[in-house]
């Protein structure tokens, strides 16, 4: 039988996990508003707060579409979709994937034909994040009481720290956008391409974020992310055509 990152039978298994995800989340809203019911909450507010946060995750969910987009054209839409659906990060899963099909001599973009691949990328994606899973539980009360403690001693060097830990996480990913900014020196300008990107993202951010405070409008704010994305990712087409 020839290989298909589309498969029907990819698209079957992926269905299932994901019934299983939302009977999770309809299984804790069903439990979440009976509690509150028996706490003495008022029905209006909780319909309110149901609404409003459903509303307030369509931002994120189009940055998630932005990366299914992404990754469909070289693992399908199977795939992808379940990843960022369940447990991936938009960021980790399109670096890990584009890695990957680097070393094996293909790129995002590119249809995986050959089944190895597809799985070697799988494999890649899934140890990578499960580290996350093991880690979070036994490290996280630690981190997070040691910081509580040092807020408590000194709140300036608490925000030293807990940003510090933001800009190394930042840090990481800046990487990836840089390293081929030295293919410059040999006459190659591609590698320029990911930080004129980042640059236009960065900008627009920055200008939603402006346009939040002036106006005092909060959705500004909550579709920042994805906005800054979509527009990133429309611009990097003009500039591959220039810096490619």
Do not use: H
């Not at 199977?78 to 369940?86: D, E, F, H």
């Not at 980790?92 to 099909?101: R, V």
């Amino acid at each position: 039988m020839e290989f298909n990152v589309n498969s029907p039978i990819l698209f079957v298994l992926v269905a299932i996990i994901i019934l299983v995800v939302l009977g999770q989340s309809v299984f804790f809203l069903v439990r979440a508003i009976k509690r509150a019911k028996e706490i003495g909450m008022d029905m209006t507010v909780i319909k309110k707060t149901i609404s409003s946060s459903a509303v307030f995750t369509i931002a994120p969910a189009i940055s998630i579409l932005v990366g299914v987009i992404a990754l469909s054209k070289s693992l399908g839409i199977a795939i992808p979709w379940m990843r960022l659906s369940v447990i991936g990060s938009l960021s980790y899963e399109t670096i890990a994937a584009g890695t990957t099909l680097e070393q094996v001599g293909s790129s995002v973009g590119t249809e995986v034909t050959d089944p190895s691949i597809f799985i070697t990328v799988l494999w890649v994606m899934t140890l990578g994040i499960i580290l996350g899973l093991i880690l979070t539980p036994v490290l996280t009360k630690k981190i997070q009481s040691g910081m509580v403690k040092i807020e408590q001693k000194d709140k300036k060097w608490g925000d030293i720290l807990s940003n510090a830990m933001f800009l190394g996480m930042i840090s990481a990913f800046l990487g990836y956008v840089f390293c081929d900014v030295s293919l410059v020196f040999q006459g190659n300008t591609k590698g320029l391409i990911p930080v004129a990107v980042m640059f236009v993202s960065a900008v627009v951010m920055a200008v939603l974020g402006i346009l939040s405070k002036k106006l005092n409008v909060r959705w500004i704010t909550d579709y920042a992310l994805p906005l800054s994305l979509i527009i990133g990712m429309a611009s990097s087409i003009p500039i591959t055509n220039w810096l490619g």
